[in-house]
């Protein structure tokens, strides 16, 4: 399983480090990726990263914003977030699968998700 933490709220220009950590899984065998999904608008993509330590972004307006990394001895993946705009306000799952994609199906498993609100 998949246990995402890490949202709040957070002003324009801010910055929250999202957290995913996973069990009951060879973790080192699966990419994680981040998507996120906005109130009536589909889930979407944000950043990957996969088994063979390459990364992903899927999402242009957070290049430069938001990395990604792992810890493969904790078991925990991060998505660190800076420069936050209020665009970036969604609810923000982490998810595991074989491989990097921008695609909700080509995940096996899947957090419960974390709110990220970004407000003045």
């Known amino acids: 399983q998949l246990q995402a933490s890490g949202g709040g709220l957070a002003h324009p220009g801010g910055s929250l480090r999202l957290s995913c950590a996973a069990s009951?899984?060879?973790?080192?065998?699966?990419?994680i990726g981040w998507f996120r999904q906005a109130p009536g608008k589909e889930r979407e993509g944000v950043l990957c990263?996969?088994?063979?330590?390459?990364?992903?972004h899927h999402v242009y307006s957070v290049k430069g914003r938001f990395t990604i990394s792992r810890d493969n001895a904790k078991n925990t993946v991060y998505l660190q977030m800076n420069s936050l705009k209020p665009e970036d306000t969604s609810v923000y799952y982490c998810?595991?699968?074989?491989?990097?994609?921008?695609?909700?199906?080509?995940?096996?498993?899947w957090g419960q998700g974390t709110q990220v609100t970004v407000s003045s």
């Open positions: 009951g899984f060879t973790f080192d065998d699966y990419a």
């Open positions: 998810a595991a699968g074989q491989f990097c994609s921008v695609y909700v199906g080509g995940f096996d498993y």
């Open positions: 990263y996969s088994s063979s330590d390459t990364t992903a």
